[in-house]
């Protein structure tokens, strides 16, 4: 079976047929580093882009998935790293589960870039 390692600051609550399944952040935190590039002006105001310069992250593991932001899945890509066990919490409106006040409180599934 697969083991989760969750490199997000929150608790990951995962709705699945058996019930929710939390998972809790490990203390393991993946740091972006990115610079901003003007790629433009519209009526003089700049317009900016992200660009992402590094990424540090754990080392693979046999059988593991690390959870990461949305923000690291997109820096790896741009940045071209590969990485097959590298996932994000999918809160897109077919996956959250949300409250009564419209907060997220679950996902149905994970996503890759």
């Known amino acids: 079976m697969a083991r989760f390692v969750n490199c997000t600051p929150h608790a990951i609550n995962v709705q699945t047929e058996q019930g929710i399944i939390t998972i809790p952040p490990s203390g393991i935190s993946i740091r972006v580093a990115s610079e901003q590039v003007q790629v ?3 009526n003089g105001i700049p317009v900016m882009k992200t660009k992402f310069t590094s990424v540090d992250l754990p ?10 932001s949305t923000v690291v899945l ?3 890509k741009e940045m071209g790293i ?3 066990d590298l996932i994000a919490p999918d809160t897109s409106p077919q996956s959250a589960v949300r409250d009564g006040t419209g907060q997220i409180v679950a996902i149905r599934r ?4």
Do not use: S
């Not at 994970?110 to 870039?113: D, G, R, S, T």
């Open 59 to 68: 080392q693979p593991e046999q059988d593991t998935f690390f959870i990461v």
């Open 74 to 76: 997109q820096a790896c």
């Open 110 to 113: 994970f996503q890759v870039l």
């Open 40 to 42: 433009g002006k519209i």
């Open 82 to 84: 590969q990485r097959d």
